[in-house]
């Protein structure tokens, strides 16, 4: 049975995928499949923390699902997923080929360009996962002949040196979960906020649906083409109303924010507030003094979230600006500058690789990770393991330096 809640709230829509779960036993196995994996564990992990034991829940990422799928047909060859530079390179080689071969007749003037390559890719990237094949751009231009050619030769050149794109990924996928070899498609399913926005995605979930015994979909309130897809492949779709309190702005971003119509006039309550910063650096600023605002007002680090339309502009940024203010801050994508302790302890590691090199050991001093030392004492770094401590009794006191000056062990260069 295929089912969908739409909400506008995402607490709403996570308390009916806890539901779905909590509706089975214990050990029952359920595949919790999310936009990303990384989804999927942290939805994993909240229900966790209110369960006494959880076992059998298996997290996916709708491609990780479709890769791990994919590999399990046992009738075709195995062959690479592709990358975006390899697909960007294949590109490159199918656009050179056809203008030596005098193929291209609209795009020749552009062909040789250098963002060429990846505009095609992308493109046909596109049209792949949609299904549409080079049969189908027989077009009535010239543009769209030309389109038809360098795909034919994209799929052409993937076959040769055996490379799936996406789209060639999730056939495969949905292929071997219809031939009965995905263990994973014969246990109750929960799509968590999963969009299905091509074709290549909608097939997959459709063959997981059709031999899942229970499917559950959740789905953001606005993605009209995932609640489509399911739709039509019957499912029912359940619409629940916004947690939130009515006449606060919040209530009302999340009913409108998706909406072409615009929303009605009234007046700000103040639980939302926009701001504009001119450049992402002066941005990430702003955003670490409202986070201090909210300390001040008693909310703990951890109780707060930042989330960005694109990490890799604003990671360096945001990293700079939290370190500056004194906030710690976790990146669930990592960081980009090197943490000063590792870099020391690497320095340290040259340095006797070189020989004791001071330049190396300068390196080190220059990172201000050097141990602040007592007078009269020395860092020990004593093991924290009850089964390798000191016995009781033993001081463990570290040699003083005229134990170090007369012992007889040899010293090394």
Known sequence: MLRAVSSTSAAVRLDAAAAFLRQFPASTEVVVVGATRGAADDFVRRLARRSAATFGLTRFGLTELAARSAVSTSSLPRRAPATQAGAEAVAARAAFDAVTAGELGYFTPVASMPGFPRALARTLHE????????????????????????????????????????????????????????????????????????????????ALASCAPDVLATIPDGDVVTESVLARLGAEIERRPDDAREGTDLFHLRRHVFLSEPPPARQCVGDVRLFSAPGEGREAVEIVRRILDEAEAGVPFDEMAVFLRTPQHYLGLLEHACARAGVPAYFDRGIRRPDPAGRAFIALLSCAVEGLSARRFDEYLSLGQVPRVVSGQWPVASPRDEMFAAPAGDAGDPESPEDIANSQEPVRD
């Open 127 to 206: 049209l792949r996962l949609a299904g549409i094949g080079p049969d189908r751009l027989g077009g009535p231009d010239a543009a769209t002949e030309d389109i038809g050619r360098l795909l034919a030769r994209v799929e052409a050149e993937l076959a040769r040196v055996g490379v799936d794109d996406r789209a060639a990924l999730f056939r495969r996928a949905a292929n071997a979960v219809r031939e009965g070899l995905v263990r994973w498609a014969s246990l109750p399913i929960l799509l968590l906020d999963v969009p299905l926005d091509s074709q290549a995605d909608a097939g997959f979930v459709e």
